[in-house]
Structure formats: C-alpha cells, structure tokens
C-alpha cells in the first residue's frame, strides 16, 4: 500500500501562519478598537491645543504648526505600532508560569515565533484605528488636520521606515520578555521600559523641541528609530543626508537588538527550569 506524502511546511510558512492566525484573531477585538478610536481622538485634540497655546504666543519652533499636526495625528493613527509599553501578558505568564515548556517543545525558534505573534498583533490593532482617525483628520481645516506628504519620495520613504520602526518596538519589547526569565516578576522592567519608551521616542513631546544637545543623544539611540523617524519624514521634518544618516541608524539598531535579544534568549533558556512531572 503506498501512502502519499505531503511535504512538510518550512519555517517560513509556519511563522507566516502564526502571523496569519494572530492577525485575524486580534481583529475580533472591534468594540475595543472603537472606544480607542475615541480616545486617540481626544487625546490627539488635546495635543494640539496646549501646542497651540505655545505657538500663539510667537517665537521660533522647530516645526511648522501644520507639521506638528500632521506628526499628531499619525501618531494616533499608528499608536498600535509603536506603543512599547503595549505587551503580550500571555508570554509573561508562559515565563513565570512555567508553560514555557510547551514553547520549547515546539519545532520552531521561539524568539522568532514571539517576535512574529507579537508584530502580527501590532498590525490587526493599527488596522481597525488608523482607517478612521486619518479619515477624520485628513479634513480637519488647516492648520489643525493631517497634510498630504511632504513628497512622493517622503511619502515611500515613511512606509519603509514605519515598517523598520514597527520591527524595532518589537525587537525592543523582546529584551522586556527576556528579562523576564531572570526577575520573575515583569512589573518593575514594564515600568522602566515605559518611562524610557515614552519620553526618549517622541510620544510625549516630539524630539525636535528638545534641547539640541540631549536631542543629538537620543538620535543616537534606538528610541529616535522607532516612531520619530518615520513620522517626521512623513512631515518633511527630516530630509537629505540627515534622513539617510537617521535610516542608516535605525537599520544599525534593528540589527543590533535582533542579535542582542537572539543571544541573551539563548542564555536565558540554558538556565531554563521547570518544575513539576
């Protein structure tokens, strides 16, 4: 009798299924994207009112109001992609649980099945708020509404680099997982990584109100390579050499925690031990 056989899937299609299957079953989470949805409204509004009270009061910025509101109102559109502070409480339980058996047991590499779940559950957040908060705000009268691109250059060049900055968050939060498996207890490293995260990437105050000293430092950093970069090309903020320097960097980075992350999961797993039968 002779069987058929049907070729194995390769790694590559196992973790474009995860991706599948973490997307769509993110995506039944609508009433909560909704009340988010009006949250970002809020917060976006309130944003650009108390910049507002700055700029009537004259003097020089850095960015042209109409920039800034633009910078706003993607940032509420994309929150779900850059927001480092948002975490996967399923994988902290696999870690101080001690299910993380099962995720050993499994024929994939888990730091990329982690890093996978977690990307694909950024993007089914961002997919149910963006569309409507860009729908809105795209016809807010001027100076208050998002512009058009600063060019079709600048334009290709955000969704290149927004893609890079979504794979940076993700590569970041991974270190937060990791550190994990030495403290038990991921409540005081959440708490670090969200006051670093917010300030020092620009969700707060973007980086080029800061003063010119401690704003060249945080370029240098990974922080200015997630939502800041993409966001200020969109505006026209970054253009020339400094937009290739500043996307050379984030590439840098992209690597440099990859790799990072990569070896210190594989040390954490060494000293891996779970107890029961």
Not at 21 to 35: D, H
Not at 72 to 87: C, G, N, P, T
Not at 217 to 243: D, H, K, V
Request: glycine content about 6%; hydrophobic content about 55%; aromatic content about 16%.
């Amino acid at each position: 009798m002779k069987y058929s056989k049907h070729p194995r899937p390769s790694r590559i299609q196992a973790y474009l299924s995860l991706f599948r299957i973490r997307f769509i079953n993110s995506l039944q989470y609508r009433l909560a994207a909704y009340a988010g949805v009006a949250t970002q409204f809020a917060w976006g509004f309130m944003t650009l009112l108390q910049f507002g009270a700055f700029y009537s009061a004259g003097g020089e910025f850095p960015m042209e109001y109409s920039q800034l509101s633009s910078y706003v109102w993607l940032q509420q559109a994309f929150l779900a992609l850059f927001m480092a502070w948002f975490f996967d409480n399923e994988i902290f339980a696999l870690i101080t649980g001690g299910n993380i058996a099962y995720e050993l047991a499994r024929p994939v590499d888990l730091y990329t099945m982690w890093f996978t779940k977690n990307a694909a559950i950024r993007c089914s957040k961002a997919l149910l708020r963006f569309i409507p908060i860009l729908a809105v705000s795209v016809f807010l009268p001027a100076p208050y509404g998002l512009s058009l691109p600063a060019s079709l250059p600048a334009f290709i060049m955000f969704c290149v680099t927004m893609v890079l900055a979504l794979c940076v968050v993700v590569a970041f939060v991974m270190l937060v997982y990791i550190a994990t498996f030495y403290t038990m207890n991921p409540l005081g490293v959440r708490l670090i990584a969200l006051s670093a995260t917010d300030f020092l990437t620009g969700a707060l105050i973007p980086l080029p109100f800061f003063p010119d000293r401690l704003r060249k430092i945080i370029e240098l950093t990974p922080f200015a390579s997630m939502q800041n970069l993409p966001l200020r090309i969109y505006c026209g903020n970054i253009a020339g050499a400094e937009l290739w320097h500043s996307v050379g960097l984030q590439v840098f980075w992209l690597a440099a925690l990859v790799v990072f992350g990569r070896m210190w999961m594989n040390a954490a797993l060494r000293r891996v031990v779970v107890q029961g039968g």
